[in-house]
Antibody
C-alpha cells in the first residue's frame, strides 16, 4: 500500500525558515517523480514544485523560485521542501504527492498534509 | 501563464447527473486530470488523461475534453460525492496548473 506521510509543519515567525519532510512507503521511491502542493485555508490547490525520480531535475512556478528548494533522499525514501523567508501568505496545508509515472503525469497518491502557520 | 476556469459551485439532486467544467485555451490539446477533495482530506485522483478512471473509482465518474472545455461528469450522484473538485494540467512540460475548484453540493 502506498503511503505518504508529511511532517515538519508548525508555527514559524515571518521571515523564518522551515523544512518539510515526506516519508514514502509501498513503492520504489526512486522510480517516481514527487510533487509538493499547498492549500491555504479555504482556498484551492497550488503547485509548488516537482522533482524527478533521480532528483536531478526540479520544476518550480516562477512565483516561488528562490524561496523554496525541493530535494529527495532516495536512500531514505524521503522528499523534502526547504522554505525560506516565510510570509503570512505561506500559511497553508502542505501536501506531497506521487507522480503516476513520469514527471508530466497526474498525481496518483497524496499524503494527508502538514499545516504550516506563519505568524508572529 | 495558463489559466483553468471552473465554476465555483454546482448543485445537483441525488440520483441526477452533475457536470463540472474546466475551461482553458485549447485545453482539448492537453491531458486533463481531475481530483476530488472532501473536507479535511487529501485530494484523490478520480479521472486522468481526460476520461480514464483510476482503479477503485466508480464508473459513475467520467470525463471529456474538447476544444476549450474539459468536463467531469458524475452520474447517479450520491450524497458521498459532495466535495470540491479540481481540474489539473501540465502546461509547457514544466508547469502544473490547477483550476480554482468547484464545490459540488448534493441537494
Amino acid at each position: 500500500e502506498v503511503m505518504l506521510v508529511e511532517s515538519g509543519g508548525g508555527l514559524v515567525q515571518p521571515g523564518g525558515s522551515l523544512r518539510l519532510s515526506c516519508a514514502a512507503s509501498g513503492f520504489t521511491f526512486s522510480d517516481y517523480p514527487m510533487t509538493w502542493v499547498r492549500q491555504a485555508p479555504g482556498k484551492g490547490l497550488e503547485w509548488l514544485s516537482t522533482i524527478s525520480g533521480s532528483g536531478g531535475t526540479t520544476f518550480f512556478p516562477d512565483s516561488e523560485k528562490g524561496r523554496f528548494t525541493v530535494s529527495r533522499d532516495n536512500s531514505k525514501d524521503t522528499l523534502y521542501l526547504q522554505m525560506h523567508r516565510l510570509r503570512a501568505d505561506d500559511t497553508a496545508v502542505y501536501y506531497c504527492a506521487k507522480g503516476a509515472t513520469t514527471v508530466t503525469t497526474p498525481f496518483d497518491y497524496w499524503g494527508r498534509g502538514t499545516l504550516v502557520t506563519v505568524s508572529s | 501563464s495558463y489559466v483553468l476556469t471552473q465554476p465555483p459551485s454546482v448543485s445537483v439532486a441525488p440520483g441526477k447527473t452533475a457536470s463540472i467544467t474546466c475551461g482553458g485555451d485549447n485545453i482539448g490539446s492537453r491531458s486533463v486530470h481531475w481530483y476530488q477533495q472532501k473536507p479535511g482530506q487529501a485530494p484523490v485522483l478520480v479521472i486522468h488523461y481526460d476520461n480514464d478512471r483510476p482503479s477503485g473509482i466508480p464508473e459513475r465518474f467520467s470525463g471529456s475534453n474538447s476544444e476549450n472545455t474539459a468536463t467531469l461528469t458524475i452520474s447517479r450522484v450520491e450524497a458521498g460525492d459532495e466535495a470540491d473538485y479540481y481540474c489539473q494540467v501540465w502546461y509547457s512540460s514544466n508547469d502544473v496548473v490547477f483550476g480554482g475548484g468547484t464545490k459540488l453540493t448534493v441537494l
